[in-house]
């Protein structure tokens, strides 16, 4: 990688990176991942962005449980993480990702956010 290195951790690995935000976002988490994978980083996203269609399952009588499964491999994925990155167009924080991001922080991981980069990125670019 010419000049260019990828972001490190202490022990000289690529940094990973776990991505915590709504659903609804899927097509954002696909650009978020694709970036931090260009970046060099080891990205860690979600594992589904809907319920897959699976006949004669019935989702409804499953799905308290499955959100508390799903929520715990999440929770694992940013023990796992050196970094937290929260996908969160316009800075949309939903009860589960703010979760998310408390248990980030009790852990000592940094977090940062999409919205604030690409706030950062506009103050950056001159003005029109």
Known sequence: MDDQQAPRTAVGEAKVITLCGSTRFE???AQVNQRLT???CVVIS???FS???LP???WTADRRDLKGRLGGVHFQKIRMAD???IVDPGGYLGESTRREIAYAESLGKPVRYLSRDR?????D???A
């Open 27 to 29: 097509a954002e988490f």
């Open 56 to 58: 004669g399952y019935d």
């Open 83 to 85: 970094e937290v990155y």
């Open 125 to 127: 670019r001159p003005q």
């Open 51 to 53: 319920l897959p269609d």
């Open 38 to 40: 260009m970046e060099g």
């Open 46 to 48: 979600l594992g589904m």
């Open 119 to 123: 706030l950062a990125e506009a103050g």
